[in-house]
T-cell receptor
Framework: AQTVTQSQPEMSVQEAETVTLSCTYD???????LFWYKQPPSRQMILVIR??????QNATENRFSVNFQKAAKSFSLKISDSQLGDAAMYFC???????????????FGEGTQLTVNP | KAGVTQTPRYLIKTRGQQVTLSCSPI?????VSWYQQTPGQGLQFLFE???????NKGNFPGRFSGRQFSNSRSEMNVSTLELGDSALYLC????????????FGEGSRLTVL
């Protein structure tokens, strides 16, 4: 079974600065998806960024980028120019790609609570 | 395009009762999955339905059940409620193909007294 670990329960950053959230995972599969989801106080999970394991290029979405190290099974999220609205719980998640019947099951990490200080 | 809609948003029940939660996926999405979120256990997968069939099931007791209707709307039911069932229950929908991202609803907050 796959596991996802986020070793930083809490992180803080100054507005306009850069912060990196860590995530490691364990799997025996060679192809899979990795995601970062954001959960603000409203509780709705919002997709921040996704990475397909077969792609070597790191995904980027505006101020959000990842450092995907497949051999090390590491998937960190970098937030540049942090904004007050970035404050939220961030979850790293893993999803298998094995066949249509494998379904849409996500395995989540424990989460990292990000505080953005003005 | 409307997002994933969950009802009710908040509810309070007492031990021993049962509860039914509803989830309406994004139009065109055929897969609906359910997650339980608690401070102690984090986010845990309950089950997934695709085209009215359960396709995946997490490690939860039989008190937790679900179903999906022909219009892809899904319900989950928890019988004989326990205090530990207090949680935020999140529903997510996707097209059903393995390349699709999951879109989440705002959740149903269940409190068991």
């Amino acid at each position: 079974a796959q596991t996802v670990t986020q070793s930083q329960p809490e992180m803080s950053v100054q507005e306009a600065e850069t912060v990196t959230l860590s995530c490691t995972y364990d799997t025996s599969e060679s192809d899979y998806y990795l995601f970062w989801y954001k959960q603000p106080p409203s509780r709705q999970m919002i997709l921040v960024i996704r990475q397909e394991a077969y792609k070597q290029q790191n995904a980027t979405e505006n101020r959000f980028s990842v450092n995907f190290q497949k051999a090390a099974k590491s998937f960190s999220l970098k937030i540049s120019d942090s904004q007050l609205g970035d404050a939220a719980m961030y979850f790293c998640a893993y999803r298998t790609t094995l066949g249509e019947t494998s379904g849409s099951r996500l395995t989540f990490g424990e989460g990292t609570q990000l505080t953005v200080n003005p | 395009k409307a997002g994933v809609t969950q009802t009710p948003r908040y509810l309070i029940k007492t031990r021993g009762q049962q509860v039914t939660l509803s989830c309406s996926p994004i139009s065109g999405h055929r897969s609906v999955s359910w997650y339980q979120q608690t401070p102690g256990q984090g986010l845990q997968f309950l089950f997934e339905y695709f085209s009215e069939t359960q396709r995946n099931k997490g490690n939860f007791p039989g008190r937790f059940s679900g179903r999906q209707f022909s219009n892809s709307r899904s319900e989950m039911n928890v019988s004989t409620l326990e205090l530990g069932d207090s949680a935020l229950y999140l529903c997510a929908s996707t097209t059903g193909q393995n390349t699709g991202e999951l879109f989440f609803g705002e959740g149903s907050r269940l409190t068991v007294l």
